[in-house]
């Protein structure tokens, strides 16, 4: 009895997801506007540019901003903690 109970709701949140999916993507399939200009192509190094430089940099740009605080107190990369020598443990020694 539970496993069919699980089954239905289980099917009807799919069921949902899918109709919703369906009906939310149903004005991508519409004419373009006349309004509109032409299309204009775009090429492998703007795409390349759009979809994987410009995150990378942000990214980067975000790092560096996060870490620059630490590494201007001289922290370095270790966020004020000693980086243990080989061989070393470096499990924290446990709270009192």
């Known amino acids: 009895m539970m496993r069919s109970r699980f089954a239905a709701s289980a099917a009807a949140v799919s069921a949902t997801a899918v109709g919703l999916t369906l009906a939310m993507a149903t004005p991508a399939l519409a004419a373009r506007p006349e309004g509109w200009g032409k299309e204009t192509h775009v090429s492998a190094w703007e795409w390349v540019l759009v979809i994987l430089a410009i995150p990378i940099a942000l990214g980067a ?3 560096l901003l996060v870490m620059l605080p630490g590494l201007l107190k ?18 924290r020694p446990a709270a009192h």
Request: glycine letters at 24%.
């Open 61 to 63: 740009v975000i790092t």
């Open 74 to 91: 001289g922290e370095g990369f270790t966020g004020g903690q000693p980086v243990p020598a080989e061989g070393m443990s470096s499990e």
